[in-house]
């Protein structure tokens, strides 16, 4: 470039920056879109991709003509896997970023951390992930799945003669909140469908334990007690590579003792060497070799955007439950503002009832009218060798959340808000 | 033995009567496979009778049908079964080609439940295999599924095996179902003859007899029910065995990989006072040239991709080695004899060490797979398996040991890092260059952490913030062990392996954690030199 170009490119650039600036000044036109996942910390493994999948669905609605007329404008923030900065970075984007709604979490200690700041302020949270239950919020969205979306259909699978007819039931999962209260509901499921205690093992393991020795030898000892024998997962993290690892090796066949996870998809296996895990099972209410059209075009979509956003190992990128459900998530909220014709927090919730959107999980999802849960199908699927899932069984239609399971005592009376 | 339901048994009976009468053509009969049309459980059976008819005669052509189904090309068109083959397809019976297309045929799913009845009638059809292995692992597999549409196929097989050790599985295999038997003597000959076996489900089967309904036992003969008591004692005793040895095992492994992760640490904290709080990511930088080197082996080498754990030894040793240099001469040389700047240093430099494998390598945990000779294990009676991975890592941890042991002891270096803890001017004095010294005892202190790394990425994640995870550990074994002192650290790393293991067994392993803590705690305060102490004029220095 000789120097006359560069004078040029340089009042150019200047003159270009000076008409930009009073555009940018105009931030009425745009429409801000809060994105609060993890991106660095330990939780950075799973968040990551929620928060790209997010700002692929903003530009894929920016490039529609955005919302009213609208733009989006997304104000990405990093909680960094640290729960108390959750509810900081929620205050900040509610109050001081003023955005319209907001889309994060992953962990349920997270949510429960952000939850207070947002009936503060009257904002607008909608979560992508399957949660316990035990909870219902005015001001947040659950695209994931309630425990009768996933755990209790799989349960029930195992039972059948298709799942291998298990008889006794290993409730094995990390020591926090989820896991503790899914297997509490699974356990009072399993007794109502005549399980008997001594038939029922329960065991928590540290966060990021690396040592199944014990435990599997425990499974192996309680299987060949009896009846036939699934485990039930809700091991979290990185934990899961280790736990298949040693069950691989330990001998214990997915023919012998299934393994149905609860949180192990795609993105968790991308770390795994997938070949002992064969056959083991996961339910979800999505999985990518899902063959319809809106999951081709999702998958290719997510592909193209890594691809061009330079996202590390963008040839391998695979898209997940959480995400379709953060996708469907900022559909759903599109439509509701639209119908609103508002951006108000009290509108979008009075509109967003009812909500449909043709998911990537080949089914119409429906906004419940006064749950706060979409309608969703349960798949359950057994790990291929690459990595991915095959479906052996799904719901013929969408179901119901039920937040508050009723197999919690005290819970009849409060499925609505 | 569960109820059938008189349809079920029905359908069986015709299934086993048309495997019966009509063998030994070349194509299998209509009937024999179309169950595969129906329901579920009509699969499942049909499966089965393949298994079980193949035996016999045609095993040829019944493996035809099962691999198809394993294959996921078998599948119902308008009621009738078939194989797709590519772009046509062929009646699965008689391999007639027909004109349906293969969009039109609806595939029968292969899930966890059809793999089993799959592996069932594959060993079934194995048991007349020439191979002995192959025999083997057929009986040993018809045993676990055993049941008694097989024992046609267990008798078959008894009647013309010679082999001692197959015959004594298939014998056990076709006792568990004359347990059941109307006959007596068959059940009693049953009894006796179970009491060799070592699998806890054995002894289910044989307590069930000794159950009791109102005043009547379940098992009408006296003599039956004292046969089986004393095999269900004899399994006990085998059963116990084998778990006592399997914990000590786990705890063994447990021990050897604390003391890899521990031995890097025991030399450079242990020796040379170096408080190194980026211990663990040195072993994360040894488990990440495993990664890369079994990346070359797969791109370059993909013959040998087995090897390639092997290869990496001198890899992780080196490449761990070389970042522990750059630490010492660069940050720690200049903070020498001040324990906190040290350890704020270090603890600096493994959150840069950690962001520089998140930046280069990404997030994400990273795959290694175990090599085939690393994976499974050795079964010592049911229940209890010793996996191959984890034997691999304790030989390598006292390969590692030795490896250090003659090089403190036997070699020149070994003498001056010695005569340098013990007494750094005294040894400067008299000619020992301790400068030298401390850079080359850091890196191989930090080699050995990332051999370290090499081993754990056998049986752990790989990611970039793995290390995290064992350096408190590590602390905990130095500390118990004693500073200074590596016979020390190998005691303390195998102590707490085995009692963390015990305890886990006994309590579950989140008070398993906590007791060990409160134990090193109590340990530490009534002996804080740890189990071996320094011993000589300089201790207290």
């Known amino acids: 470039m000789n120097r006359r170009n560069f004078v040029k490119a340089l009042t150019l650039s200047a003159s270009i920056a000076a008409i930009g600036l009073p555009v940018g000044a105009h931030a009425a036109e745009t429409i801000k879109v809060g994105i609060l996942h993890s991106l660095s910390g330990t939780m950075a493994i799973s968040e990551t991709a929620l928060k790209n999948v997010a700002l692929m669905t903003i530009e894929e609605i920016n490039a529609a003509g955005g919302v009213m007329g609208k733009k989006l404008e997304p104000v990405v923030v990093d909680p960094a896997s640290n729960w108390p900065l959750f509810a900081e970075k929620a205050r900040q984007l509610v109050a001081q970023d003023k955005v319209a709604a907001v889309f994060g979490c992953w962990t349920s200690v997270s949510r429960k951390s952000v939850n207070p700041v947002f009936k503060e302020l009257n904002g607008l949270l909608f979560y992508p992930v399957q949660y316990e239950g035990e909870e219902l919020e005015k001001n947040v969205f659950y695209t994931g799945a309630a425990p009768n979306q996933q755990a209790i259909p799989a349960v029930e699978y195992l039972m059948s003669a298709e799942g291998g007819g298990a008889k006794r039931f290993v409730l094995l999962g990390t020591d926090y909140v989820y896991p503790r209260t899914t297997n509490k509901i699974l356990r009072a499921f399993l007794k109502s469908k005549g399980v008997a205690e001594a038939d029922i093992m329960e065991d928590y393991t540290p966060f990021g334990h690396a040592d199944y020795q014990t435990i599997i030898a425990k499974i192996k000892k309680f299987a060949a007690e009896g009846k036939k024998t699934a485990v039930i997962s809700t091991i979290n993290g990185d934990s899961n590579v280790p736990f298949y690892k040693e069950l691989g090796n330990a001998g214990l066949k997915a023919t012998d003792v299934p393994v149905v996870a609860f949180s192990v998809g795609e993105e968790e296996l991308r770390g795994v060497d997938t070949k002992p895990l064969v056959g083991h099972l996961a339910a979800w209410n999505y999985f990518m070799t899902l063959k319809n059209p809106e999951n081709d075009a999702f998958a290719k979509k ?104 009723p197999f919690i005592a005290g819970n009849e009376g409060k499925q609505k808000l | 033995m569960h109820r059938l339901p008189a349809l079920q048994i029905l359908l069986r009976g015709v299934l086993l009567l048309t495997l019966l009468v009509g063998p030994a053509r070349a194509a299998l009969d209509e009937g024999m496979v179309a169950g595969f049309a129906g329901d579920f459980q009509s699969r499942l059976d049909t499966i089965e009778a393949l298994g079980v008819a193949g035996g016999a005669e045609g095993g040829n052509e019944a493996r035809r049908v099962l691999d198809a189904l394993e294959a996921g090309a078998l599948g119902v068109a308008g009621g009738r079964v078939v194989i797709v083959h590519g772009d046509t397809v062929a009646a699965a019976a008689t391999g007639e080609a027909l004109d349906i297309a293969p969009a039109a045929v609806e595939p029968v799913t292969v899930n966890n439940r059809v793999r089993r009845a799959l592996a069932t009638a594959r060993a079934a059809l194995a048991l007349s295999s020439a191979d002995r292995g192959e025999r083997l692992a057929a009986a040993r597999t018809l045993a676990d599924n055993t049941g008694e549409t097989l024992l046609p196929v267990f008798e078959r097989a008894l009647a013309s095996e010679a082999d001692d050790e197959i015959r004594g599985v298939l014998g056990r295999a076709a006792a568990r179902v004359y347990l059941a038997s109307g006959d007596a003597a068959r059940r009693l000959k049953a009894a006796e003859m179970l009491g060799e076996s070592s699998d806890p489900a054995v002894k289910n089967l044989l307590a069930a007899l000794l159950a009791k309904n109102g005043n009547d036992w379940s098992e009408p003969s006296a003599e039956v029910r004292a046969a089986a008591e004393a095999s269900i004692r004899a399994i006990d005793r085998r059963v116990a065995t084998a778990e006592a040895v399997g914990t000590l095992f786990s705890g063994l492994s447990l021990g050897s990989i604390l003391l890899l992760a521990a031995l890097g640490l025991a030399i450079t904290y242990g020796v040379m006072g170096v408080i190194n709080m980026a211990h663990g990511e040195l072993l994360m930088v040894g488990a990440y040239a495993t990664f890369v080197v079994q990346g070359v082996f797969r791109n370059h080498f993909p013959a040998y991709v087995d090897w390639y754990v092997v290869a990496a030894i001198p890899v992780a040793f080196l490449s761990a080695a070389l970042v522990g240099v750059a630490m010492e001469r660069l940050v720690l040389r200049h903070l020498y004899g001040r324990p906190l700047e040290s350890l704020l240093a270090t603890w600096g430099l493994s959150l840069v060490l950690i962001q520089a494998a998140r930046v280069s390598f990404g997030p994400q945990n990273l795959e290694l797979a175990n090599p085939t000779w690393m994976s499974g294990g050795i079964e010592m009676a049911a229940g209890v398996v010793l996996p191959w991975n984890r034997i691999v890592i304790v030989g390598f941890a006292v390969f590692v040991l030795l490896l250090i042991w003659l090089m403190m002891q036997k070699t020149r270096l070994g003498m001056f890092v010695r005569a340098v803890t013990q007494n750094r001017p005294m040894a400067g004095c008299v000619g020992v260059p301790t400068a030298r010294v401390d850079t080359l005892a850091f890196a191989i202190g930090s080699g050995v952490a990332g051999l370290g790394g090499l081993a754990l990425s056998q049986i752990a994640n790989v ?25 020390g650290a190998v005691w303390a790393a195998l102590g707490l392996g085995i009692v963390g293991k015990f305890l886990e067994g006994w309590a579950g392993a989140v008070i398993a954690k906590i007791l060990v803590l409160v134990f090193i705690i109590i340990f530490i305060q009534k002996r804080p030199q740890g189990i071996f102490a320094l011993k000589g004029r300089f201790a207290d220095n």
């Open chain 2, 463 to 487: 990611g970039p913030a793995m290390g995290t995870g064992y350096i408190v550990d590590a602390f905990m074994v130095v500390v118990l062990g004693g500073v200074g002192q590596l016979a």
């Open chain 1, 302 to 405: 997510y592909k193209d955007w890594a691809k061009k956003n330079g996202v590390p190992n963008a040839d391998t990128v695979v898209t997940n439950d959480p995400m379709e459900a953060t996708y469907v998530g900022l559909y759903m909220w599109k439509q509701a503002v639209e119908k609103a014709k508002s951006t108000d927090t009290d509108k979008v919730i009075a509109a967003i009832g009812g909500q449909t959107f043709k998911a990537p999980s080949g089914f119409t999802l429906t906004m419940d009218k006064t749950n706060h849960h979409l309608h969703k199908p349960v798949y359950i699927g057994e790990v291929r060798g690459d990595g991915q899932f095959d479906v052996v069984w799904k719901t013929k239609e969408p179901i119901r959340a039920q937040p508050w399971s």
